[in-house]
């Protein structure tokens, strides 16, 4: 359908569906006991990793490298087709398999790995180009924590419990998401919000770089150790890691002379998510710690790190892209002879009121699990479902608006008179 890389845009379409089906499997969560409770625990878990998560930064990630590098197109067609196969039956059996049986999970595991494992190929290649290093490292550096980590979880699922399911899920966090985070926001979104990294910070980003993917296995270190130590010094690094981060942004982030800044709906969903984020990973520190606290931990942190931080990250970067590539295929080559603009795209009224409306929802969800009410989590989880639907249909919209102009499109890499 799209000029340049459609399979980025169906993976990264597919990963937001499946977000839908993760809020009712949460809901369902909430009112299931004995050995159903475990079962659609496990899909869910598999569901928010490969199917939430994972498509969507998958996508995303294929879509920037596209970019970047000026591919139209990623290898060959057998390729292509062979990627979004994997990943799509790979998301579909880990997530039904715990309801039939375990062998499908590992099939679906494979399936996946195949997935990732060509789109590892596919940065590789890119990396070794002279051109856009960052956040190519840390991409690199991700993936590879992603392929241990489905790695570690299919043997886990093979009968070796020679490590705990928690140090596994940590891989994930951890190490791949994180990282991923970190050279997101460190690149592309200053490169999609019209910023450059400020000057003095670039000569760092090669050391932080190490400095992260270090810090990211002492911590994980902790977990499969179970040791205080390799805690402590991870955990302590890990968040200097961010606040190098932070640091960066906030000194990069300034509106050039002349130019209004116009996109306060994309940190409409950014600041909340680091802030929710940042929260979440403190709060699981200091329950690592032995602090003791009035609620139970495990499912605030979880909650706090993956739906109120996460979720919003991405819910702001997938509008951003979509809305971002349909203007640059539709309307960057004649920007004098239309009234729609990057701007106008990006600040639709409908999206701002499902900003506060999401965010608002996000924190009647954290009261829920806070105060332990299962009718408070249900609210906040029904509510965040349905300004979702909203946000869904603001990009819907816009996939609308690119099928109706598709034909007169004159894309920034087509002259004048080249558009059919």
């Given at each position: 359908?799209?000029?340049?890389?459609?399979?980025?845009?169906?993976?990264?379409?597919?990963?937001?569906?499946?977000?839908?089906?993760?809020?009712?499997?949460?809901?369902?969560?909430?009112?299931?006991?004995?050995n159903?409770?475990?079962?659609?625990?496990?899909?869910?878990?598999?569901?928010?990793f490969?199917?939430?998560?994972?498509?969507?930064?998958?996508?995303?990630?294929?879509?920037?490298?596209?970019a970047?590098?000026?591919?139209?197109?990623?290898?060959?067609?057998?390729?292509?087709?062979?990627?979004?196969?994997?990943?799509?039956?790979?998301?579909?059996?880990?997530?039904?398999?715990?309801?039939?049986?375990?062998?499908?999970?590992?099939?679906?595991?494979?399936?996946?790995?195949?997935?990732?494992?060509?789109?590892?190929?596919?940065?590789?290649?890119?990396?070794?180009?002279?051109?856009?290093?960052?956040?190519?490292?840390y991409?690199?550096?991700?993936?590879?924590?992603?392929?241990?980590?489905?790695?570690?979880?299919?043997?886990?699922?093979?009968?070796?419990?020679?490590?705990?399911?928690?140090?596994?899920?940590?891989?994930?966090?951890?190490?791949?998401?994180?990282?991923?985070?970190?050279?997101?926001?460190?690149?592309?979104?200053?490169?999609?919000?019209?910023?450059?990294?400020?000057?003095?910070?670039?000569?760092?980003?090669?050391?932080?770089?190490?400095?992260?993917?270090?810090?990211?296995?002492?911590?994980?270190?902790?977990?499969?150790?179970?040791?205080?130590?390799?805690?402590?010094?991870?955990?302590?690094?890990?968040?200097?890691?961010?606040?190098?981060?932070?640091?960066?942004?906030?000194?990069?982030?300034?509106?050039?002379?002349?130019?209004?800044?116009?996109?306060?709906?994309?940190?409409?969903?950014?600041?909340?998510?680091?802030?929710?984020s940042?929260?979440?990973?403190?709060?699981?520190?200091?329950?690592?710690?032995?602090?003791?606290?009035?609620?139970?931990?495990?499912?605030?942190?979880?909650?706090?790190?993956?739906?109120?931080?996460?979720?919003?990250?991405?819910?702001?970067?997938?509008?951003?892209?979509?809305?971002?590539?349909?203007?640059?295929?539709?309307?960057?080559?004649?920007?004098?002879?239309?009234?729609?603009?990057?701007?106008?795209?990006?600040?639709?009224?409908l999206?701002?009121?499902?900003?506060?409306?999401?965010?608002?929802?996000?924190?009647l969800?954290?009261?829920?699990?806070?105060?332990?009410?299962?009718?408070?989590?249900?609210?906040?989880?029904?509510?965040?479902?349905l300004?979702?639907?909203?946000?869904?249909?603001?990009?819907?919209?816009?996939?609308?608006?690119?099928?109706?102009?598709?034909d007169?499109?004159?894309?920034?890499?087509?002259?004048?008179?080249?558009?059919?």
């Amino acid at each position: 359908m799209f000029r340049g890389e459609p399979i980025s845009y169906w993976v990264i379409i597919s990963g937001f569906l499946s977000y839908f089906f993760v809020l009712i499997m949460g809901m369902g969560i909430v009112h299931s006991t004995g050995n159903f409770l475990s079962v659609i625990e496990l899909a869910h878990y598999m569901l928010v990793f490969f199917g939430w998560i994972g498509l969507v930064v998958l996508g995303s990630e294929l879509q920037f490298y596209r970019a970047i590098s000026g591919i139209r197109k990623f290898e060959k067609e057998l390729h292509r087709k062979l990627f979004v196969i994997s990943l799509f039956l790979g998301v579909i059996l880990v997530t039904i398999g715990p309801f039939i049986s375990y062998p499908l999970i590992l099939t679906g595991l494979i399936f996946y790995f195949v997935g990732i494992l060509l789109h590892f190929r596919w940065l590789i290649i890119i990396r070794l180009r002279k051109l856009y290093k960052f956040p190519l490292n840390y991409f690199l550096s991700a993936q590879i924590f992603h392929l241990t980590g489905v790695l570690f979880l299919f043997f886990y699922f093979l009968g070796v419990k020679a490590f705990s399911f928690r140090s596994i899920t940590h891989i994930f966090t951890i190490g791949w998401i994180s990282l991923v985070l970190q050279g997101a926001l460190i690149r592309a979104l200053p490169m999609f919000i019209g910023f450059g990294i400020h000057p003095k910070f670039k000569p760092y980003l090669n050391i932080h770089h190490l400095f992260s993917v270090l810090s990211s296995i002492l911590l994980l270190s902790g977990f499969f150790l179970e040791d205080m130590l390799f805690y402590s010094i991870g955990g302590i690094l890990w968040i200097l890691s961010w606040v190098f981060v932070l640091i960066v942004l906030a000194a990069s982030f300034k509106p050039r002379p002349g130019r209004k800044f116009i996109h306060g709906v994309t940190l409409g969903f950014m600041l909340p998510g680091l802030f929710w984020s940042a929260i979440g990973a403190i709060l699981g520190m200091m329950s690592i710690s032995g602090i003791s606290f009035d609620f139970e931990v495990k499912p605030v942190h979880v909650h706090l790190t993956l739906v109120a931080g996460i979720s919003l990250l991405m819910l702001g970067a997938l509008h951003r892209i979509t809305t971002f590539q349909i203007f640059t295929l539709l309307y960057t080559g004649k920007r004098k002879d239309v009234e729609v603009t990057e701007s106008s795209l990006l600040n639709d009224e409908l999206i701002k009121k499902f900003i506060v409306f999401l965010n608002s929802s996000t924190l009647l969800l954290v009261w829920g699990f806070i105060s332990s009410e299962s009718w408070i989590i249900l609210s906040g989880g029904a509510l965040i479902f349905l300004s979702s639907l909203g946000i869904g249909w603001v990009i819907i919209k816009n996939l609308l608006l690119y099928l109706k102009e598709k034909d007169k499109a004159l894309p920034f890499y087509l002259k004048k008179g080249e558009a059919k």
